[in-house]
């Protein structure tokens, strides 16, 4: 991934392990800059060790964090840094002011009450999991964050409380003397309306902000990571580089302009919280501090795991399913078609998905559901698997890998079957198709047409005689639902044919 901002040209290179997981992201930029990061994971899906690189002083640069984390099953218990804190006022790098051998605790729903590395001494949640109270005392801070929600976990006011005359060094996890905490800051959410002690502050729109009589503007990339924030003149008022799992760079400039980071989520940073609201959710750095809601649906990975430990693949729109935000439904099935064919063609297996709508502060993006397995000519569609709010608009499928012998095989393999077009009409949304010969097609309901979306880069089988490109299809081992019990069919199979 390369991107240029401000004259610099920036280049991450990354690599995976089998399991499609992040370990490494090799950096390349002007000299002597270095913002390379490097991961291992357990068997369960929690990172095991962190190693981040970036700037140390004002100029210098070189490894910031080299952490080694303990677990009590998915949950973690201690993280240790073979790095001094950076003392530097930019850097967000892992401050380790804890070193006992129980680090983190957790209540019994399975969310994270303490943080000792942090300095959070107590964390209280309400009945829908998010955090309440936030208690904070730490060798720079003291000071007590309280959040208020509506019944469906919208979050209406952050009171942050602090004590500015705060100078004595704590008893990491002590408790905070309440009475100290002179000075206080409210913030109210009224739809896209945000008021700072009942002042109006900000006005969130699409794309950007109101505030001051100014219009400011976002500029995003592939997932949705606000890099720049431009106001109508063309002038930067903020600009930030992120690593893969969130952190900002410490070269970052403007950063108090406004709180709207990763993912285009809001950063908190007040009395060293760090943490981003992904709404059902809060993320810490690489993992959220409590389980997913939807943990059921992903047995196979840790349920504090942010977006499968794969970042630069998946987003968390809002704390419980990873999904890419896409400006239109066709490149929703396009992305999805990328992601499935070739392990559909590789392994012969139907994958099906739902492409669905989310409105979020005026803004429209659309994305698709964790697939279904299916067997060669059958997948459940997995229409239950919609968030919350979002909108069913299309299914997408794949259709296995290229059958000779099926009748006038390439037309068959490769186009709409009576049942698809049947079960996008009962539902009154559209399908798309990923098929053997590399191209994605689209059933539109309304009009019972069939268009090609021309799509050049699908992996496609080489045994169909007309595949419409040379990407070979590899089985990359995607996430998806198993509700048929296909995998255990294919190890039966396997052990039968042995």
């Not at 409210?186 to 505030?211: F, P, Q």
């Not at 389980?291 to 630069?312: G, M, Q, T």
Request: with cysteine.
């Amino acid at each position: 991934m390369q991107w240029v901002q401000a004259g610099k040209t920036r280049e991450y290179a990354f690599t995976y392990d089998a399991l499609s997981r992040l370990t490494g992201a090799a950096y390349t930029g002007e000299s002597p800059s270095n913002f390379a990061a490097l991961y291992t994971y357990d068997k369960h899906g929690s990172m095991k060790t962190m190693k981040r690189y970036g700037l140390t002083t004002a100029t210098t640069y070189g490894l910031i964090d080299d952490l080694t984390m303990t677990y009590t099953g998915n949950q973690l218990l201690k993280a240790e840094d073979a790095v001094a804190t950076i003392s530097l006022n930019a850097s967000m790098d892992f401050k380790n002011y804890s070193n006992v051998a129980t680090e983190y605790t957790y209540n019994k729903n399975g969310a994270m009450n303490k943080d000792l590395n942090k300095g959070v001494s107590a964390i209280s949640y309400n009945s829908l999991n998010l955090p309440r109270i936030v208690d904070i005392k730490n060798m720079s801070t003291e000071g007590r964050n309280e959040y208020t929600y509506s019944a469906s976990g919208v979050k209406l006011k952050a009171v942050q409380k602090w004590n500015s005359s705060y100078s004595t060094a704590p008893v990491i996890g002590s408790a905070i003397n309440t009475a100290a905490l002179n000075m206080t800051q409210t913030t109210d959410y009224v739809g896209n309306k945000i008021y700072e002690d009942g002042v109006l502050k900000r006005i969130l729109v699409n794309g950007g902000y109101y505030e001051g009589g100014n219009y400011y503007f976002y500029i995003q990339d592939h997932l949705g990571n606000n890099r720049i924030v431009a106001n109508a003149a063309a002038a930067v008022v903020q600009r930030t580089q992120y690593y893969p799992f969130g952190t900002p760079f410490a070269d970052a400039t403007g950063q108090s302009a406004q709180p709207y980071k990763y993912n285009g989520k809001e950063l908190d940073m007040r009395n060293g919280l760090n943490m981003h609201d992904y709404s059902a959710r809060w993320k810490a750095d690489w993992y959220f501090p409590t389980v997913d809601p939807l943990a059921e649906k992903y047995y196979a990975i840790s349920p504090y795991a942010y977006c499968l430990n794969n970042p630069l693949r998946w987003i968390d729109k809002d704390g419980r399913d990873p999904g890419d935000p896409f400006k239109t439904p066709a490149e929703a099935a396009l992305d999805f078609a990328k992601y499935y064919n070739g392990t559909s063609i590789v392994r012969n297996r139907e994958f099906v998905s739902m492409v669905y709508k989310t409105e979020v502060d005026g803004k429209t993006t659309y994305s698709y559901t964790n697939a279904n397995i299916g067997s060669a000519s059958r997948a459940i569609i997995p229409d239950e698997e919609i968030p919350t709010g979002a909108t069913s608009i299309a299914i997408a499928h794949t259709h296995s890998k290229y059958d000779p012998l099926s009748p006038n095989p390439h037309e068959t393999n490769n186009n709409f079957s009576d049942t698809d077009k049947k079960a996008a009409d009962q539902r009154k949304v559209d399908n798309y198709v990923a098929t053997p010969d590399g191209s994605v097609k689209k059933y539109d309901t309304k009009t019972q047409k069939t268009n090609d979306l021309g799509s050049k880069d699908i992996p496609s089988d080489p045994n169909d005689p007309k595949r419409r490109n040379k990407t070979d299809p590899k089985d990359t081992n995607p996430t998806y639902n198993d509700p048929s019990g296909i995998d255990k069919i294919d190890k039966l199979k396997e052990l039968l044919d042995k």
